[in-house]
Structures are given as structure tokens and as C-alpha cells.
């Protein structure tokens, strides 16, 4: 009951379909299948990113602490140093300075992005040891020169003592 209208399709025509649907179902899988290992590579990549970054945060915060100790450390060297409680001014200086580049070295590269009050304050340290140095050669200039006059005002006052004696009440001559 076919009717005129209907034609057959000959052999090659439904191989031809064949061979399309075939291949549009290909491309179609492998389209889909690169889309899928995308995902699951964007996903890795975005993984081991994430990881990298943690452990990079993570020793930025050991970083930190290490360095927040050894900032605490030289402002109590700094407090000595600013009570004279230490004999030898000299070598605590020393001391502060070699922690101070210490810290520097800690901060490596850091210091501008993520250690920015550390960097300013390391920065600082070292005009005021300076200052703190000119602080103790005036101290020292002053203590040596108050030695000095008061040595100089004890040998007035013993010079003085011997000049007020009457040089003739030891006289051991003959009175006349």
C-alpha cells in the first residue's frame, strides 16, 4: 500500500545516513568525553592549587610566629639596653643587630607583601641603637668628666688645706 508519493530509498542513501548518524555520534562522545576529563583535570589542578597554596599559607603563619618571637626578644634586649641594665652596652647592641638581620633573613622576600609592619620596624631598629649609642658616649663623656672634677675638686681641696697651714707653726729651728 505504498503509495507514489513515498519513494524507497535506495541502498547508498541509508548507508550515507548510516555512516552520518555514526559519525555525529562519534564527535558527540568524544566531545563529551573531553569535556568530562576537563572537568576532572580542572578539578585536580584546582586541588593540588589549593593544597600548594595551604602549605604556603601555612608556613607563612610558622613564618609569622618565629618571627613574633624573635621581635619579642629584641624588645627585651631593647628594654635592657634602655635601663642600663646590662654592663657591656657594646655587645648587646651586637646581638640585637645580628637577631635584627636575622629577622630579615626570615623574611626574605615577604617583607614588602606580607610582613609589612615587621619590615617597618626593622628598618627602625637601627637608627635607634645608633641614637642609643651616641646616648651612652654622652652618658660615659659625663660620668668621666663629673670623675674628673670631682678628682680635680679633691686635689683643690687638699692643695687648699696645705695652704691654709702656717708654714712658721712647724718651724723647727731655733726661736730667736
Known amino acids: 500500500m505504498s ?9 547508498s542513501d541509508v548507508r550515507i545516513g548510516i555512516w552520518r548518524f555514526i559519525l555525529s555520534f562519534a564527535v558527540l562522545s568524544v566531545v563529551s568525553f573531553v569535556c ?19 602549605d604556603a599559607y601555612k608556613e607563612l603563619m610558622a613564618r609569622g610566629d618565629v618571627l613574633k618571637t624573635q621581635v619579642d626578644n629584641i624588645y627585651e634586649q631593647m628594654n635592657q639596653l634602655n635601663i642600663n641594665k646590662v654592663q657591656n652596652d657594646v655587645f648587646l647592641k651586637t646581638r640585637i643587630m645580628d637577631e635584627v638581620r636575622e629577622v630579615k633573613n626570615i623574611m626574605g622576600k615577604d617583607s614588602v607583601d606580607n610582613f609589612k609592619h615587621y619590615a617597618v620596624l626593622m628598618k627602625q631598629i637601627e637608627p635607634m641603637l645608633n641614637l642609643k649609642g651616641d646616648i651612652i658616649k654622652v652618658e660615659y663623656n659625663k660620668k668621666t668628666v663629673l670623675r674628673d672634677l670631682e678628682e680635680c675638686m679633691g686635689k ?7 695652704l691654709k697651714k702656717d708654714p712658721t ?3 723647727t729651728g731655733k726661736r730667736r
Open 3 to 11: 503509495t507514489n508519493r513515498e519513494k524507497k530509498l535506495n541502498k
Open 169 to 171: 707653726r712647724n718651724f
Open 156 to 162: 683643690v681641696g687638699r692643695a687648699n688645706d696645705q
Open 36 to 54: 568530562l576529563f576537563l572537568f576532572f583535570k580542572s578539578y585536580s589542578i584546582q586541588r593540588e592549587g589549593i593544597t600548594r597554596q595551604a
